[in-house]
């Protein structure tokens, strides 16, 4: 099974930071990387696929990038409602491993 | 509007059965992968299994096989996740998915229903 690392695990950051979460690949993916947004009680949400693609409806301040085995997650601007935990997905294989996750949390 | 609306939460003992809901709506659901996804806070996100409900197409993660069984039933838009005996580790909150191909990035997400298996 393809293995995916996040780093850092906790993030704190204050409203107007640059941001930027790291995931790596246990080996090369592509580009068949996904990720997602998850706030407490609530269902993930995708944000990018295929690396780099943002979702319909997805603020621009959110960017994604890289390829084979390292990718990275970037939020322009961190907006308040920015605060939650994000998850990188492989989708290169079935079924596609999760990275444990990055908690971004108020400084 | 894509909505996948899961049956709620769920409190069972070990050693009883289960069976957990998700009703797709806004699109056709016989043409569209669907899966579950459980969440732990030690395991994190682990994807299950998968099912086409045109053709009841059918994969499961290599932890979960035997472990449980996924179905669904195209007539009324449902795909199901079941247990037949529970154990205090399957306690989880559980996602249902819908994905783009077999093996593609998940494009919907259910809220979630809770299961807790305590004595």
Avoid at chain 1, 2 to 27: F, H, K, N
Avoid at chain 1, 52 to 66: A, H, I, K, Q
Avoid at chain 2, 45 to 55: A, H, K, Q
Avoid at chain 2, 71 to 94: H, N, R
Wanted: proline share 5%; aromatic share 12%.
């Amino acid at each position: 099974d393809i293995q995916m690392t996040q780093s850092p695990s906790t993030l704190s950051a204050s409203v107007g930071d640059r941001v930027t979460i790291t995931c790596r690949a246990s080996q090369s993916i592509n580009d068949w990387l996904a990720w997602y947004q998850q706030k407490p009680g609530k269902a993930p949400n995708l944000l990018i696929y295929k690396a780099s693609t943002l979702e319909s409806g997805v603020p621009p301040r959110f960017s994604g990038s890289g390829s084979g085995t390292e990718f990275t997650l970037t939020i322009s601007s961190l907006q308040p409602d920015d605060f939650a935990t994000y998850y990188c997905q492989h989708y290169n294989s079935y079924p596609g491993t999760f990275g444990q996750g990055t908690k971004v949390e108020i400084k | 509007e894509v909505q996948l609306v899961q049956s709620g939460a769920e409190v069972k003992k070990p050693g009883e059965s289960l069976k957990i809901s998700c009703k797709g709506s806004g699109y056709s659901f016989s043409n569209y992968w669907i899966g579950w996804v459980r969440q732990t806070p030690g395991r994190g996100l682990e994807w299950m299994g998968i099912i086409y409900p045109g053709d009841s197409d059918t994969r499961y993660s290599p932890s979960f096989q035997g472990q449980v069984t996924i179905s669904a039933d195209s007539s009324i838009s449902s795909a199901y996740l079941q247990w037949s005996s529970l154990k205090a580790s399957d306690t989880a909150m559980y996602y249902c998915a819908r994905r783009l191909g077999s093996s593609g990035y998940i494009e919907h997400w259910g809220q979630g229903t809770p299961v807790i298996v305590s004595s």
